[in-house]
């Protein structure tokens, strides 16, 4: 599936107004689920919102650092996902 495929899917998802506490984003194949996930965080946390306002600057600033406080991103070196990180994130 090709990366704008992708995200016009994200943003069909987000446009629904389903809330949800998290999201899992996973994969068998080698796909940048990171950039996914930043992309529809971007999408959910900026719906209907003006791009000229300057708090959608901000929020996607601080995603794209990895700052927002209300996201957190498991796993950003893809390496092996260990234990305690399962235990932090059901905690």
């Given amino acids: 599936m090709k990366s704008e495929e992708v995200l016009k ?3 069909n998802e ?3 107004n389903k809330k949800s506490a998290s999201y899992l984003f996973y ?3 080698r796909v940048d689920l990171l950039f996914y996930a ?3 965080s971007k ?5 209907n919102m003006d791009k000229s306002n300057p708090t959608y600057e901000n929020i996607v600033r601080s995603i794209n650092d ?3 406080p209300d996201i957190e991103i498991i796993n950003k070196e ?5 234990i305690d990180e399962i235990r932090e994130i059901i905690y």
């Fill in 9 to 11: 899917k994200l943003r």
């Fill in 14 to 16: 987000a446009s629904q």
């Fill in 27 to 29: 994969s068998d194949k």
């Fill in 38 to 40: 930043l992309e529809f």
């Fill in 43 to 47: 999408i959910i946390m900026t719906l």
């Fill in 66 to 68: 990895f700052q927002h």
């Fill in 78 to 82: 893809n390496k092996s996902i260990q």
